[in-house]
């Protein structure tokens, strides 16, 4: 090798990415060529320096100590479903002598039961908030790229029967949408999208200028039924579930609009509409 | 490929979730650095860790065992990322690719980036760790994660190359940009200091 290492073949060589005969015909071309060797050498110190600096930002105690308790929450809550499909064992009589000892080991366990039970809740509804929050969150990120990239819809019409058939082999579920909408109130289209790597609808309404997204995903058997945040970050959040589908709006229209827009779709799910 | 298989298996992620909280845990603060720096501000990057745990504690069930579980959480921190507000915000800034050609050639910047001789105040200034934090917030997004990933936690290129979808070259390349960048602003100049607004 007679020419210089190019800046990729250095950042390999100090990043340890090199192959077998690849480095052998560096080490040949760095014993003949000092400008290449100090370009190196910078390359290597440079990587351990970056290395010092960018450890650069501390996780909060506090924050470290609340993801902790997410993560233990959830688990609980997982160990939780565990015990409730676990069978029940019969219990053993004991001899009458032994009820007074006993009894008040049964205070105990109501005592500590109920304090167990208690705090399962607790956690248990923390977790299900934590859980419905990270969705709205999720659903909320879609939203605004689907207004940042101000593309037009994947199906791009105002007809029903035309955005629900679109759907088809698409989506492993289906939905109806409503015949009448409120005042003011318009379907754009609709985009095919991901969540938590599953495939969902994205229903593009209009109300006046102000755009709403409709999502409609399956419901997952073990789903946790849980309220939904009213607001994220100004937008407003409404939605129901059915047995099989969950759906969530989201819009920056004032909140006594998108509420008529998911009573609509909500009765169009009861009432069988196309 | 591993990482891109991440169907779900109903029940799995009941049986997994104490291996979660061992493997997930203890790579909290390693997460909340790299979301600080692709975020630039705390409150961001808290948002940014928490989405990110959660998505993977849920999709746990599609990780499998014996692959790398860092490179797996960061995939889905760099795609947690690109959908917040500071991601869109960063994906709308243009900084490298049209400027330099060919992104996946390795030899695809000025030859004039790297100085055949190295000066001894380089050295010195790579001792100053503030100027080197100065100059990696002056980083482009695309070469800061890639810089972030290769020399922070020690990916390998390959692991990169997945948890970025895009080819070892590419990674290469960035990085070498990366450090290109590192070394002018170091100098004092700022080779790519233009911006293009999408």
Redesign the interface.
């Known amino acids: 090798m007679t020419e210089?290492l190019?800046?990729?073949?250095?950042?390999?060589l100090a990043?340890g990415?090199l192959a077998a005969d690849q480095l052998a015909s560096v080490k040949e071309h760095l014993d003949q060529c000092r400008?290449c060797t100090?370009?190196a050498?910078?390359?290597a110190?440079?990587?351990t320096?970056?290395?010092?600096?960018?450890?650069?930002?501390?996780?909060?105690e506090e924050?470290?100590k609340r993801?902790?308790r997410?993560?233990?929450q959830?688990?609980a809550r997982?160990?939780a479903?565990?015990v409730d499909r676990t069978p029940r064992t019969a219990s053993r009589l004991r001899p009458w002598t032994t009820l007074s000892g006993w009894a008040v080991a049964a205070v105990f366990l109501l005592v500590a039961g109920s304090w167990w039970i208690e705090r399962q809740s607790t956690i248990r509804t923390e977790a299900v908030l934590?859980?419905q929050t990270?969705l709205v969150?999720?659903v909320s990120?879609?939203h605004?790229?689907t207004l940042?990239a101000n593309l037009p819809p994947q199906v791009l019409s105002s007809d029903r029967h035309t955005v629900k058939p679109w759907f088809q082999g698409k989506i492993p579920f289906t939905f109806n949408l409503p015949e009448q909408l409120p005042d003011d109130t318009k379907l754009l289209g609709a985009n095919l999208t991901y969540l938590?790597?599953?495939p969902i609808a994205q229903l593009m309404y209009s109300i006046g200028q102000h755009r709403v997204s409709v999502f409609i995903r399956a419901k997952a058997?073990?789903e946790a039924a849980g309220k939904l945040p009213a607001e994220h970050?100004g937008f407003q959040v409404a939605g129901f579930s059915t047995a099989d589908l969950s759906v969530i709006a989201i819009s920056d229209v004032d909140r006594s609009r998108l509420s008529g827009l998911i009573e609509a779709l909500e009765q169009a799910q009861t009432n069988g509409h196309v | 490929m591993t990482l891109l298989s991440?169907?779900?298996e109903?029940g799995k992620?009941?049986l997994q979730?104490?291996t979660?909280?061992d493997l997930?845990?203890p790579l909290?603060?390693r997460l909340?650095?790299v979301a600080?720096?692709l975020a630039r501000n705390?409150h961001d990057?808290?948002?940014l860790?928490?989405?990110t745990?959660?998505?993977a504690?849920?999709?746990f069930a599609?990780f499998e065992p014996g692959t790398n579980f860092k490179a797996w959480l960061f995939r889905i921190l760099r795609n947690t990322y690109l959908?917040?507000?500071s991601g869109?915000a960063a994906a709308?800034t243009v900084a490298l690719e049209d400027e330099l050609g060919d992104p996946t050639g390795?030899?695809s910047?000025p030859e004039g980036?790297?100085?055949?001789?190295?000066p001894e105040l380089?050295?010195i200034r790579?001792?100053d760790?503030a100027a080197?934090?100065a100059a990696?917030e002056k980083l482009p997004p695309p070469l800061l994660e890639v810089?972030?990933l290769?020399?922070?936690e020690e990916l390998?290129?390959r692991e990169i190359a997945i948890v970025l979808e895009v080819p070892i070259g590419t990674v290469?390349?960035r990085?070498?940009?990366a450090?290109?960048f590192?070394?002018k602003e170091l100098q004092g100049g700022s080779l790519f200091s233009r911006e293009v607004r999408a």
Not at chain 1, 49 to 60: E, V
Not at chain 2, 113 to 118: A, F, G, K, P
Request: charged share 25%.
């Open positions: 210089h190019s800046p990729s073949m250095l950042s390999a990043d990415e400008s100090s370009n050498l910078e390359q110190l440079l990587k320096a970056t290395q010092k600096s960018a450890q650069h930002y501390a996780i909060p924050f470290q993801m902790k997410l993560v233990a959830e688990r997982a160990d479903a565990k934590a859980e990270a969150t999720e990120d879609l605004i790229a940042a938590h790597n599953q058997g073990s970050s | 991440w169907k779900r109903k992620a009941d979730t104490s979660f909280e997930a845990v909290l603060p909340y650095n600080h720096w705390a990057a808290e948002d860790v928490q989405e745990v959660l998505k504690l849920r999709g599609s959908t917040s507000r869109l709308r390795p030899e910047y980036i790297i100085d055949r001789e190295t380089n050295l790579l001792s760790r080197l934090q990696m810089i972030l290769c020399d922070i390998k290129y290469m390349s990085i070498a940009r450090r290109a590192l070394r």
